[in-house]
């Protein structure tokens, strides 16, 4: 791939956000009201609802084993019964919050009650600025909901990101997107390259830019952070030189199902089975952490990284068939 290199600074080769300490992804319900095209996740009945102690007793574990920062995702984390309560325990406990959601199930009842459940930031998902274009990709009438949603977070001054993929309808175009969202008063937009898992790897042809276009997009991206008064960010639209990170997995970075069991990363985790046979409605989060499977990837990416250097593991497993090889997409 062509294109100017941006030194990485370094940047993390991961496919999701890392934190200071630990940053728990954790998906509390696969319960989802809509089926995205481009979605990784298979939406269905999750598993059998635990008692609200069980979940105020997970995130003390959590707290207690170096968790900063919990990011709350599903399916569709408003379908969730103790949602609320839960951001407000977490908060209590003095962790960083966040939440994902497709925004077509907000109200003025659930805005207010994300507010004064104190949650840190809301991830609202819009691809597109066109009602059409968004719709397709998510369902009829997503749009009006989605836009509506995000509106009333700010009304009632939720601090908002709007997360959207990079794919056919939207590469070429991208500033008017970040300008739309400019508009709508979000305070900040990230993008991602869709990855090659689940839903999205079914409509490959009709959702990926060209492979040739990725470094140009990230320059179009740097472009548009330096210059746009909205905050602009993205993951991995870089080329990873030695200063860059290896993978946080299994040490920054962990993944969470519905039925409390851990893997170290959510995007191996749809390809692989990482995950421990405990749960943490079971066990302290700090021992899971000891648990084999973790260990065991661990050691399979210090083995990677000495031989190939940085990069992701998902990425490379996605593209290349095996955890064990170099980074596709940028490393050189």
Known sequence: MEGTKIKSENFSPCLSSTSKKIRVIWGITNKCNLKCKHCAVESKESSALQGIEKYFKALESMEEAGVDTVYLSGGEPLLFDYLYDLIDYGKRLGLEITMGTNGTLL??????????????????????????????????????????????????????????????????????????????????????????????????????????????????LEALRKSKSIKVSYHRFRYFDESAKDCPGGRKIFYINGEGRISPCFWLSTMLDLFTERNIFEEEFSSLLEDYNIQEFRKIEERRYEKFGPGCPAVCKIYNKTIYSKDPLLLK
Not at 169 to 198: R, S
Request: glycine residues 4%; proline residues 3%; aromatic residues 14%.
């Open 107 to 220: 109200n003025e009842r659930s805005a207010k009650k994300l507010k004064n459940a104190n949650i840190d930031r809301v991830f609202v998902s819009l691809d597109h600025w066109r009602k059409e274009k968004h719709d397709w990709l998510r369902g009829n009438g997503t749009f009006e909901k989605t836009i509506n949603g995000i509106k009333l977070l700010k009304k009632y001054e939720v601090y908002t990101r709007i997360d959207s993929i990079v794919w056919k309808e939207n590469y070429k175009e991208l500033e008017k997107l970040v300008d739309f969202c400019e508009k709508l008063k979000a305070d900040e937009i990230i993008f991602a390259w869709p990855v090659k898992v689940g839903n999205a790897l079914k409509n490959y042809d009709y959702i990926f830019p060209p492979e040739e276009e990725y470094l140009k997009i990230g320059e179009k």
